[in-house]
Structure formats: C-alpha cells, structure tokens
C-alpha cells in the first residue's frame, strides 16, 4: 500500500510502501526562488514585489489567499512584456500592519503596486480575484485587459470549508510545525498527484517559504467577507475580462465564476471539468491567459 509521508524522504522522491517499483528516485528538485524587493507605498505598507521580462504591456499579478508570487509565476511564463508579483498585506515579506482587513485594504495594495509599475493588464487568482473585482468597481476603466482565475467570492462569503482550510494552515504555521503545514498544503495537489516527484517539490517549496516567512493571523477574517456589495457594481468595467473556473473545487465553486462573468458586459467565461487545473491542465491555461492577453 502506498502511502504519503512528510518530511519527504532523503532521495527526494515519493516514498512508497508494499510493492511497487523500486528504482532510485531523484525526484524534481525545487527551482531557487529569485531576488525579490520590499517596495514602500503610498498607503504606507512595504510590499514585497517581483519583477520580470521587459518593455510593453506590464501585467499585474495578485495571488491566492495563503499563496504568493511563486505560485502565481506559472500563470505570466507565456506573457508578453513586463510581468510585476507581489505579495498581499500578510503574506512573504510584506508588511502585516494591524487588522482587521477587509478587501478594500487588498484593493489599495493591488492599485498601488499596479500604479507602481505603470500596469495595464491584471491577473488576479482566487483571493487577488476579489481584490481586483474590487479594484474594479472604484476605478472601473483602470486596466485594458483583465484575467480573473479561480474567483472565489464576490458578494456573498466564502463557504465554510474555505474558512476551515485558512484555520488549519494558519494555526500550523503559527505553531512551526512542518509537518501540519505539510498536511494542510497537500490539499492543493489532486490526490493522485501527492506521492510524486512533482508533488513533493511543490510541498518543499510551499512548506520551506511558509516556515521562513509564516503568515499574518488578520488573514484568519477574510473568508468572511465580501469582495464587492453587489455584483451589479461590476457593470461599468468595459475592459475585455478572461473568467477562469472549474467544477468540483469546493473553495473556488463553478457557480462564482459564472456569477462573476454574468456581471461583466465584455467577459468570456471558461469552465474546466474538473479541479487542480494547474496539474492536470497547466499548458492548456498557460496557453488560454497568454493568448487572451498576448492578441
């Protein structure tokens, strides 16, 4: 019987138990994480920020709750021009001033590091989603293009499970514990992937940035609230948007994604079939952002 096991074992590669192949396994190593820079701004909160490529368009990029630049990177490797990270309020090496926060304190982070960089396109993923919705609803004509991916709320809370995640992972990190950490992050990766090489290199990626960096405990609110008032407030956005769902992710429900394009008037919506669509479907996503935002 096979198994999934933390730490990860000396060899880098799946542990395994029972029978099953047996030859060496080397794994996928974890590629070094580049330079990044804290970037003071107009509100007043240092925010860690990577920037890559050059020249025209720049491409904002805003994560996921409890992700970061790293696992926002694959979404930009086909883009054209400038492409700016960042980390949100809490997360990496931004500053965690005192919460509570709210999505209007995401939107002011996005808005200034989006100004900062003198972006035009957007990318927001799940979290970094609401925040740019939004951004979108005070300044409705702020960038030419928009990709929202994996929206997870807009007017009405997260569900319950979201919540129950965010506690999990925020409690292990408080406590250090790797091996908590590891259990919770391995929610991320379909079941199927877990016990492979590329799974534990994401686990000893995700697990060694947390425990240098942990995260902020104000983010503990957020699955609480909303991203904007009333979808209504998204009809004045005339910038063409890419809405990007799937089906069967309980923290990033199908439904909110065709209720996020339904308020859009220029939005095109896709829907996968199934979730964990960074490892079943990279290139087809890669490929979907990239020519939407590219044409």
Request: net charge neutral; with cysteine.
């Amino acid at each position: 019987m096979r198994d999934f096991r933390w730490p990860p074992p000396p060899d880098g590669g799946p542990r395994t138990y029972g029978p099953g192949p047996t030859a060496p396994r080397t794994g996928r190593p974890t590629i070094p994480e580049p330079p990044t820079e804290l970037v003071a701004t107009p509100h007043g909160v240092r925010l860690e920020r990577l920037v890559t490529g050059a020249g025209e368009p720049v491409t904002i990029f805003a994560h996921g709750l409890g992700q970061g630049i790293a696992t926002t990177r694959p979404l930009g490797s086909a883009v054209d021009g400038t492409k700016v990270f960042f980390q949100f309020r809490g997360h990496g090496r931004s500053e965690a001033p005192a919460g509570p926060w709210s999505y209007q304190d995401l939107a002011r982070d996005l808005r200034a590091m989006a100004d900062l960089g003198q972006a035009n396109r957007a990318v927001g993923v799940s979290l970094g989603a609401g925040a740019l919705c939004r951004l979108l609803v005070e300044s409705p004509r702020r960038f030419e293009k928009v990709v929202l991916f994996l929206p997870a709320v807009l007017d009405r809370p997260r569900p319950t499970a979201a919540r129950e995640r965010l506690t999990d992972l925020l409690d292990a990190v408080d406590e250090g514990d790797a091996a908590a950490i590891a259990e919770a992050v391995a929610y991320e990766i379909p079941a199927a992937l877990r016990n492979t090489p590329a799974g534990w290199a994401y686990l000893r990626q995700r697990v060694d940035q947390l425990t240098r960096d942990g995260l902020a405990p104000a983010l503990a609110s957020l699955p609480d609230q909303v991203a904007v008032r009333t979808a209504a407030a998204l009809a004045e956005v005339t910038a063409p948007v890419l809405v990007i769902g799937c089906q069967g992710d309980p923290l990033h429900p199908a439904e909110v994604a065709e209720q996020v394009a339904a308020a859009l008037p220029a939005a095109t919506l896709h829907v996968y079939d199934r979730p964990g669509v960074l490892w079943t479907h990279r290139a087809d996503v890669r490929d979907r952002i990239s020519a939407f935002l590219n044409a």
